[in-house]
């Protein structure tokens, strides 16, 4: 399995220290750089992508939660905190685990070990050619021959298809994972492409099915070798 690019949001170095030392210990984490606020995090997001991130709340000039829900396609996270009282609200974002300090290395790999394995399931099945997605409490079986693209709506996705469009609960980074790597290209922060559907492109914009999907600027080699 590849490694898990993951990133620290926090403010306190003894914090950042102790997770920083516990990343090094995890074979299959690789730790892209230490935020001590959110607005730095923000703006290395902008020009880069992660999968993980450890996420402080009481940061300063922009709080944790706050942060996490001005990210359109949040990667995996993992909230770090003193303070027990924003786990619902943290769980109802989609977090993916809840660490209280001060927490033990057992503990911590326990959390990581929940984005890896999510990350592995597409692996279990590469013979597929669909999938089945959530759609309006029915599970909809769609090939992956008749997706065109796929866009970020906040926390869904939409799904175009040749015959119709699907929206379902889940970020792009989760169906990124679902999707065979051969077939479908992210070329920005928000869409993912097929490749077989491509009709045009620029180094801005590719024409799918149609329609013109935008290239993000830090995608463009990734359209270069379609």
């Known amino acids: 399995m590849s490694k898990l690019r993951c990133i620290i949001v926090e403010d306190e170095p003894l914090a950042v220290k102790i997770l920083s030392g516990y990343i090094a210990q995890v074979p299959f984490l690789v730790l892209q750089g230490t935020f001590k606020d ?4 923000t703006e290395f997001l902008q020009e880069n992508t992660t999968d993980l991130i450890f ?4 940061l300063p000039r922009l709080k944790g939660m706050a942060f996490l829900k001005t990210l359109v396609d949040p990667p995996a996270v993992i909230v770090t905190t003193a303070y027990h009282q924003y786990a619902v609200e943290g769980f109802n974002l989609n977090v993916t685990d ?3 300090k001060p927490f033990e290395f057992e503990r911590f790999l326990t959390a990581v070990n929940k984005v890896k394995n999510t990350r592995r399931e597409p692996a279990e099945s590469p013979e597929k ?3 089945f997605l959530n759609v309006q409490k029915k599970r909809v079986k769609i090939l992956f021959s008749e997706i065109a693209y796929i866009e970020s709506q906040r926390e869904y996705i939409k799904v175009v298809t040749t015959r119709a469009s699907y929206l379902s609960k889940m970020s792009t980074h989760e169906i990124e994972a679902l999707l065979p790597a051969h077939l479908f290209r992210r070329v920005h922060r928000s869409f993912i492409i097929s490749v077989d559907k491509v009709q045009s492109y620029t180094a801005e914009s590719v024409e799918v099915n149609g329609v013109e999907v ?3 600027r ?9």
Do not use: Q
């Open 38 to 41: 959110a607005i730095l995090a």
């Open 214 to 216: 935008p290239v993000g």
């Open 129 to 131: 050619d669909y999938i």
């Open 55 to 58: 996420l402080d709340i009481h």
């Open 98 to 100: 809840y660490l209280l």
């Open 218 to 226: 830090g995608y463009r080699e990734v359209v270069e070798g379609l």
